[in-house]
């Protein structure tokens, strides 16, 4: 087949033949690789059919609040949508919001697509009043306290977003995904390749918050105490997360709790909450529950298992059915406990209250997998071009979206985890943003950077994202770091969806820093994310010795840090023109005194949300994910630590003056409206 040809049949199915790296070059696809997507697709490149969209409708037809469809239909045909509710209405503008059904009959044959009718743009309550809003960052599970079982829990987050609104003037607290991990250990330690993103991890529980904890005997109570022990005992050191250690006791100590009988009002919650999350949630506890029994990837389990639908899993969940209870039941416990830590920080004054994020993907061998089927791409990882600081490309192996059959289901899988990631939650960030555009596709068993971009239909994907923000009256951050088509920054603010601007990103075309006036107004601006090194790293270009001794740099060490150290350089030395820094600043010496400096610049910002990362207000000098590896650095099981490397708990964040005092320099005029005077 003529590599025309073959490009005519990508350009058909959304598959990029060339792209643009990180330094503007135009960068041509193999053939081979866009065989292999397009074959994981189920197009074959010599005989591709009809495509999508070259019927008479396309896989979905989304239309924005108020506006004139404009899809076309040819003379003669007739037209009705169904409404979400079984109302019959014209195909005209004034469609109410939701996912519809549109029917067309062309000469006697009946056609008919999902129709979405979405909002034009997204405008929550809590940024009406057009002021800035400010908040803490925090991968909850490595803010630990005295009480919490070695991993930060919903408590901890709970006690946090309180401090931080009373004390501070916090109007929002950012955390990584909650969402769900194995039922059994191992357990992935990446808050970001979860087994579903629909439902949470039970490891996020605190023990002695569920009700029924109350009602044990003595005995039982002292036998929960002992699994509890040597994990707080742990959560006082430094010593690296244990996940494996925590979720073992927890299920344990879970699994004596779900025997305990519950009074008539909760055993009347719990049956409300169980018929309003109805097939999807036994569904996603029958894969739990099979998890414990053939491991947590479905792929190697008996084949008669590996369908959702069949027969033959429906008769193992009956024969598994007292684990399939005890998994709903654990997403009831999480569900009360993620609505109590959001009403915590309302009550607190929090003006948003916890903004959660939505990782980009999930496991290959997942419960999403399982339960979404044929809307995921098999034999495909998402990931991320080469760029500046991961000049390897990175592979995150997860299954895309599969645009056609996902439009074809009117974005409902898409519909789901985004309303179950609302609904006790007051914003979302959504990692890695343009995924709703495009994402990088890699071809299992390649190298990261022998991939290719997979297109989406952004109308669907986005006027979804909007429709559920909504309903939640949320407000949505998309993280839009990295290689960007300008174009999709212009849509995603139409829309009234807030970027994500980092300092040491924000440069003008000839590499210098950007004055504060310079930068964008809706956005979340941060120094840095959770992808990046904390800022007293950073200064002390301890970053880039890390990543030689990783072996992630493709150019000598020496110019890596001639690199590095002059963009230090450049932002400390636009610190001291602006006044926000000493002259005589020692940035090695004394990293508090930049890093106070640089909120002082996000402060002078036009940027609409600011983002604190907890730990460069505690000092903490160690990445909590080194892109690139996996086992090589200890990703996503750094527990908080101050810059001399003492356990930072939400105990002494609370209580400890000195900390508090070191918080509010870090903070300056971010931390002066305290909701107490």
């Known amino acids: 087949m003529r590599d025309v040809q073959l490009a005519q049949v990508a350009e058909q199915y959304g598959v990029a033949t060339t792209y643009e790296d990180w330094r503007g070059r135009q960068v041509p696809v193999s053939p081979d690789t866009i065989r292999h997507v397009l074959s994981a697709l189920g197009v074959d490149p010599k005989n591709p059919g009809r495509g999508p969209g070259e019927g008479l409708l396309p896989p979905a037809v989304v239309v924005r609040e108020g506006k004139a469809p404009d899809l076309v239909l040819p003379g003669g045909t007739r037209s009705t949508v169904e409404t979400a509710d079984g109302a019959l209405l014209p195909f005209d503008p004034g469609l109410p919001l939701g996912v519809h059904t549109?029917?067309?009959?062309?000469?006697?044959?009946?056609?008919?697509?999902?129709?979405?009718?979405?909002?034009?743009?997204?405008?929550?309550?809590?940024?009406?009043?057009?002021?800035?809003?400010?908040?803490?960052?925090?991968?909850?599970?490595?803010?630990?306290?005295?009480?919490?079982?070695?991993?930060?829990?919903?408590?901890?987050?709970?006690?946090?977003?309180?401090?931080?609104?009373?004390?501070?003037?916090?109007?929002?607290?950012?955390?990584?995904?909650?969402?769900?991990?194995?039922?059994?250990?191992?357990?992935?330690?990446?808050?970001?390749?979860?087994?579903?993103?629909?439902?949470?991890?039970?490891?996020?529980?605190?023990?002695?918050?569920?009700?029924?904890?109350?009602?044990?005997?003595?005995?039982?109570?002292?036998?929960?105490?002992?699994?509890?022990?040597?994990?707080?005992?742990r959560g006082r050191t430094a010593d690296l997360l244990d996940r494996d250690a925590v979720w073992d006791a927890k299920r344990t100590a879970l699994e004596i709790l779900f025997q305990v009988p519950r009074a008539p009002g909760r055993e009347e919650a719990l049956r409300h909450y169980?018929?309003?999350?109805?097939?999807?949630?036994?569904?996603?506890?029958?894969?739990?529950?099979?998890?414990?029994?053939?491991?947590?990837?479905?792929?190697?389990?008996?084949?008669?298992?590996?369908?959702?639908?069949?027969?033959?899993?429906?008769?193992?969940?009956?024969?598994?059915?007292?684990?399939?209870?005890?998994?709903?039941?654990?997403?009831?416990?999480?569900?009360?406990q993620l609505a109590q830590a959001?009403?915590?920080?309302?009550?607190?004054?929090?003006?948003?209250?916890?903004?959660?994020?939505?990782?980009?993907?999930?496991?290959?061998?997942?419960?999403?997998?399982?339960?979404?089927?044929?809307?995921?791409?098999?034999?495909?990882?998402?990931?991320?071009?080469?760029?500046?600081?991961?000049?390897?490309?990175?592979?995150?192996?997860?299954?895309?979206?599969?645009?056609?059959?996902?439009?074809?289901?009117?974005?409902?899988?898409?519909?789901?985890?985004?309303?179950?990631?609302?609904?006790?939650?007051?914003?979302?960030?959504?990692?890695?943003?343009?995924?709703?555009?495009?994402?990088?596709?890699?071809?299992?068993?390649?190298?990261?950077?022998?991939?290719?971009?997979?297109?989406?239909?952004?109308?669907?994907?986005?006027?979804?994202?909007?429709?559920?923000?909504?309903?939640?009256?949320?407000?949505?951050?998309g993280e839009d770091l990295g290689t960007v088509e300008p174009w999709v920054r212009d849509h995603l603010a139409d829309r009234g969806i807030f970027g994500t601007s980092v300092l040491w990103f924000e440069n003008d075309s000839e590499g210098e820093p950007l004055t504060p006036d310079r930068w964008r107004r809706d956005c979340l601006a941060t120094v840095a994310t959770h992808d990046l090194p904390p800022v007293a790293s950073y200064l002390s270009a301890e970053h880039v010795e890390l990543r030689d001794r990783l072996g992630l740099l493709n150019r000598p060490v020496a110019e890596e840090l001639a690199d590095s150290e002059a963009r230090v350089a450049q932002w400390c030395a636009l610190l001291v023109y602006l006044g926000l820094l000493e002259e005589d600043a020692d940035p090695v010496g004394d990293p508090a005194s930049v890093v106070a400096a640089m909120?002082?610049?996000?402060?002078?910002?036009?940027?609409?949300?600011?983002?604190?990362?907890?730990?460069?207000?505690?000092?903490?000098?160690?990445?909590?994910?080194?892109?690139?590896?996996?086992?090589?650095?200890?990703?996503?099981?750094?527990?908080?630590?101050s810059s001399e490397g003492e356990p930072v708990l939400v105990d002494e964040l609370l209580a400890d003056p000195r900390m508090v005092a070191r918080i509010r320099r870090t903070l300056g005029p971010l931390g002066t409206q305290s909701r107490n005077t």
């Open 102 to 233: 549109l029917r067309v009959t062309d000469n006697g044959t009946e056609h008919d697509a999902p129709l979405l009718v979405v909002p034009d743009r997204i405008e929550p309550t809590a940024l009406r009043e057009n002021r800035r809003l400010w908040g803490l960052m925090a991968q909850i599970y490595s803010v630990r306290s005295r009480a919490s079982w070695g991993t930060g829990d919903l408590r901890d987050l709970s006690e946090l977003a309180d401090w931080s609104a009373r004390d501070l003037g916090a109007d929002f607290t950012l955390i990584n995904p909650v969402h769900a991990t194995e039922p059994v250990t191992p357990v992935e330690p990446s808050p970001y390749l979860p087994v579903s993103r629909r439902y949470a991890s039970p490891l996020y529980i605190r023990v002695e918050d569920v009700p029924e904890y109350a009602r044990l005997d003595p005995a039982q109570r002292e036998g929960v105490q002992r699994l509890a022990r040597p994990l707080r005992e």
């Open 274 to 336: 169980l018929e309003s999350e109805g097939q999807p949630l036994v569904e996603f506890a029958t894969w739990s529950a099979l998890a414990e029994t053939h491991g947590s990837d479905f792929r190697t389990w008996p084949a008669h298992l590996r369908d959702v639908g069949a027969l033959a899993v429906g008769k193992e969940a009956l024969n598994l059915w007292p684990r399939v209870e005890f998994h709903r039941w654990l997403q009831w416990i999480l569900d009360e």
């Open 342 to 477: 959001q009403h915590s920080a309302l009550n607190s004054g929090m003006g948003v209250g916890i903004v959660h994020d939505l990782a980009i993907g999930v496991q290959a061998g997942g419960a999403d997998a399982w339960m979404y089927g044929d809307a995921l791409v098999p034999g495909l990882h998402v990931g991320a071009p080469p760029d500046e600081f991961n000049q390897l490309g990175q592979d995150w192996g997860q299954p895309p979206w599969n645009p056609t059959r996902l439009a074809q289901l009117g974005y409902g899988p898409l519909h789901q985890i985004l309303s179950q990631s609302l609904r006790h939650a007051g914003g979302l960030r959504m990692d890695h943003v343009m995924g709703m555009f495009r994402l990088w596709c890699v071809p299992e068993g390649a190298s990261a950077d022998q991939g290719t971009y997979l297109r989406f239909d952004h109308e669907g994907m986005v006027g979804t994202l909007a429709l559920a923000a909504h309903r939640a009256d949320a407000v949505v951050v």
């Open 599 to 641: 909120h002082a610049y996000l402060a002078a910002t036009p940027a609409r949300m600011l983002g604190v990362a907890l730990t460069d207000v505690v000092g903490e000098r160690r990445m909590q994910n080194q892109p690139g590896t996996s086992t090589e650095y200890p990703n996503w099981r750094i527990p908080l630590t």
